[in-house]
């Protein structure tokens, strides 16, 4: 039972560099996330995927991008790196309908120099 | 706006002592409510869960939270602490159409004393 896999753990990007992370579940779940967590502002929400073919902003959408490749698969997309984007990445997934509650991957750090 | 808050940042307790981690919410329904905790470097496992019914649920590693209409709280309580419940401990709401839009408040470092 994987549940929800990121990739990778850990990077680190100089300013300007792009990357995507890869986020993957194989619970059947409709509905994906993006979050960031950083010291004291515990997470929020940067884009989510309430079913395959819909992706839609979150609180904190700016200078990120996202693709719902199908249904297992949500990828988050940097394009431009900046420092304000050091954090701790998570992924997560839900079913979408009748039990709302995520599962989450164990993140990927990332530091941006 | 939904906000989540809540008011402790860092809590330490003896071990074997009591506990309650204090969340409250702003939100214009009743939404589902949620504990998850976060061990160091790990991501966040879910806790426990209120849908609706009765107002006290149970959770995972002896966990309960009890839902207060009335003062928009979920406050997460264990009679007796371990040290290994050491960790972050966020609560969430859930809101949205299916209630699948997640809100997290910015967590209580709990730390337990020997």
């Known amino acids: 039972n994987a549940g929800v896999t990121q990739t990778p753990k850990f990077q680190v990007l100089k300013t300007g560099q792009s990357m995507t992370l890869q986020c993957a579940q194989d619970m059947n779940h409709n509905s994906m996330y993006w979050y960031r967590q950083d010291p004291g502002m515990g997470l929020r929400l940067i884009y989510y995927s309430a079913s395959e073919g819909t992706t839609d902003k979150g609180e904190v959408p700016n200078g990120y991008n996202v693709s719902r490749l199908n249904k297992r698969e949500f990828s988050l997309r940097l394009e431009s790196a900046a420092p304000s984007q050091t954090s701790v990445y998570f992924c997560?997934?839900?079913?979408?309908?009748?039990?709302?509650?995520?599962?989450f991957g164990s993140g990927t750090r990332l530091t941006v120099v | 706006a939904q906000s989540v808050t809540q008011p402790d940042i860092h809590i330490t307790v003896s071990e074997g002592a009591s506990l309650e981690l204090r969340c409250n919410y702003s939100?214009?329904?009743?939404?589902?409510l949620f504990w998850y905790v976060q061990s160091p470097g790990q991501g966040l496992q879910l806790l426990l869960k209120y849908f609706s019914g009765d107002t006290l649920v149970q959770g995972i590693k002896g966990f309960e939270a009890e839902f207060k209409r009335s003062q928009s709280s979920f406050n997460l309580r264990k009679p007796s602490v371990h040290w290994s419940d050491a960790a972050e401990y966020f609560c969430?709401?859930?809101?949205?159409?299916?209630?699948?839009?997640?809100?997290f408040g910015s967590g209580t470092k709990l730390n337990v004393k020997p």
């Open positions: 997560a997934s839900s079913p979408g309908t009748t039990s709302p509650g995520y599962t």
């Open positions: 939100y214009g329904a009743t939404p589902y």
């Open positions: 969430a709401v859930g809101v949205g159409s299916n209630f699948n839009k997640f809100y």
